[in-house]
């Protein structure tokens, strides 16, 4: 796996246009001075529950198209997770949502060769509180699942989905 996935392609300053030099986890222009740090990217998603079932999202775009992953999506630059979580929902589900508890953070990355960017993934469980749930933005289907009910680990996105699952499992088996 490349240590520097954000910045592999690199190889021009953005700034002066010289060449760059390499570290471990950054590139740096030796003719301004400029530096750019690899860093992983944050995520927020939300396990909507209702009735003991979760909202689970099907992909309509690569990487995993077609595969069940937990609806959410990247932080925009200085946005709160929580905040980003609400627009994520209502951008993929239609639906508002009030975030509940927190389930962890999960490394990850976004698609699947060895340059792709790492990923730093929030996830809380939520409930809807209005809206109704309709695929939209880069999903094209919405399915309830239960918790003896979700998706086989070939069937889901990226490979924190499977791990954030169980965990959600776990607290609905000791709730």
């Known amino acids: 796996m490349a240590a520097v996935g954000e910045l592999t392609e690199w190889q021009w300053c953005p700034r002066c246009r010289e060449a760059l030099q390499r570290g471990d986890t950054r590139v740096e222009c ?3 001075g400029f530096v750019a740090y690899a860093s992983s990217k944050a995520t927020a998603g939300a396990l909507v529950e209702d009735d003991g079932r979760v909202l ?3 992909r309509a775009f690569e990487p995993f198209k077609g ?4 609806p959410g999506g990247f932080l925009e630059e200085g946005e709160h997770p929580l905040d980003g979580l ?5 951008e993929e589900t239609g639906l508002d949502v009030e975030p509940l508890d927190f389930l962890g953070i999960w490394m990850d990355r976004y698609g699947g060769d060895s340059t792709a960017e790492a990923t730093l993934n929030l996830y809380w469980t939520a409930r809807a509180t209005g809206g109704e749930p309709a695929p939209a933005d880069d999903v094209d289907d919405l399915r309830w699942f239960g918790a003896d009910e979700l998706p ?3 069937q889901l996105a990226f490979e924190n989905v499977p791990l954030v699952l169980a965990a959600w499992r776990a ?3 000791h709730a």
Request: aromatic fraction near 4%; include cysteine.
């Open 30 to 32: 030796p003719a301004c």
């Open 56 to 58: 689970l999202a099907r």
């Open 67 to 70: 595969a069940w992953d937990i």
């Open 86 to 90: 609400r627009r994520e929902l209502r």
């Open 152 to 154: 086989s680990r070939d």
């Open 171 to 173: 607290r609905q088996q």
